[in-house]
Nanobody
Framework: VQLQASGGGLVQAGGSLRLSCAAS????????VGWFRQELGKEREFVAA????????LYAPSVKGRFTISRDNAKNTVDLQMSDLKPEDSAVYYC??????????????????WGQGTEVTVSS
């Protein structure tokens, strides 16, 4: 499974940005796709996840109500719509895929496949 994240950039606080994760390869067995972020010098943290074939989403408390994760199975993409962005949302964002399940995970351990990061910078 290959994952390609895109859509990062510079945005002012209060603004919006949409990230996209394109999946390719042996994706038929995927259970979920998640987004994580990492600031320089800090640990990578969970942002949101969505089941690949069925309904179900999970959000970190810090982004719930501001971020929306969605998928398009026809295009094999998972998007992260980010609104009301804050400077503390600045980080490199990564998408990752879980093949195992059976529940949506916020732990990094459950995600075996990772894409390269896309940087988001929110100016105050």
């Amino acid at each position: 499974v290959q994952l390609q994240a895109s859509g990062g950039g510079l945005v002012q606080a209060g603004g919006s940005l949409r990230l996209s994760c394109a999946a390719s390869g042996r994706i038929f067995g995927l259970y979920a796709v998640g987004w994580f972020r990492q600031e320089l010098g800090k640990e990578r943290e969970f942002v949101a996840a969505i089941r690949w074939r069925f309904e179900g989403t999970l959000y970190a408390p810090s982004v719930k109500g501001r971020f929306t994760i969605s998928r398009d199975n026809a295009k094999n993409t998972v998007d992260l719509q980010m609104s009301d962005l804050k400077p503390e949302d600045s980080a490199v964002y990564y998408c990752a895929a879980d093949r195992v399940g059976p529940v949506l995970r916020s732990s990094l351990r459950g995600y075996y496949y990772w894409g390269q990061g896309t940087e988001v910078t929110v100016s105050s």
